[in-house]
Structures are given as C-alpha cells and as structure tokens.
C-alpha cells in the first residue's frame, strides 16, 4: 500500500530554518514525482513546490520562490523540503503527495486528485 509520512514540522521564530522529510514506504518512489503543499488555518489547500520523478525539475509557488528547496533521495525514498528564512504567513500543516506522471521530467503542484496523509503542522511565530 503506498504510503507517505511527512515530518520535520515544529515551532521556528520568523526567519528560522526547517526541513521537512517526505518517506515513502510500500511503493518505489522513483517513479513519482512528488508535491508538497500547505494548508493555512482558514485557507485552501496551495501547492508549495514540486520535484520530477527523475529529479531534474522542480517548481516552486512564488511566495516561496528563493526561500524554500525540494530535494530528493530516491535510495532513502525520501523527499526533502528545506525552508529558509520563514515568516510568518508560512504558517500552516504542510503534505506531500505523489503522482505518476508518464513523463519522468514533469512535476504540479496540483491539489486535485491527490491522497493526503496526516501532514506536519509548521509555526512560524516568535
């Protein structure tokens, strides 16, 4: 059963640095791009940055854009999102999500269609 557990979520004072971890277990991850996306209290559900299944692209929502960096390691059959330089608005519970593109070089950071795990709740807040 394909399976994602995020982590790596806490309490960080603006300006701070986090690194959220994506496992994968019961599947090959290698064949997935994945998505993180974040829900803030009271908002819909946002597409934060994306990485392709073969690594070599990745998107990011502008609001993070400079600040935020997806990463991958397919033989940990993990993904990675190190978050820099935090403000407040980054508040929110963060998810990952994979889907299987036909094209190994393609990522979205679409909610639609996606299974969603329990994510990891990040406060950015001093």
């Known amino acids: 059963q394909l399976q994602l557990v995020e982590s790596g979520g806490g309490l960080v004072q603006p300006g701070g640095s986090l690194r959220l971890s994506c496992a994968a277990s019961?599947?090959?991850?290698?064949?997935?791009?994945i998505g993180w996306f974040r829900q803030a209290p009271g908002k819909e559900r946002e597409g934060v940055s994306c990485i392709s299944s073969s690594g070599d692209i990745t998107k990011y929502a502008d609001s993070v854009k400079g600040r935020f960096t997806i990463s991958r390691d397919n033989a940990q059959k993990t993904v990675y999102l190190q978050m820099n330089s935090l403000k407040p608005e980054d508040t929110a519970v963060y998810y990952c999500?994979?889907?299987?593109?036909?094209?190994?070089?393609?990522?979205?950071?679409?909610?639609?269609?996606?299974?969603w795990g329990k994510g990891t709740l990040v406060t950015v807040s001093s």
């Open positions: 999500a994979a889907t299987k593109f036909s094209a190994k070089s393609y990522c979205s950071m679409s909610v639609q269609g996606k299974d």
């Open positions: 019961g599947f090959t991850l290698d064949v997935y791009a």
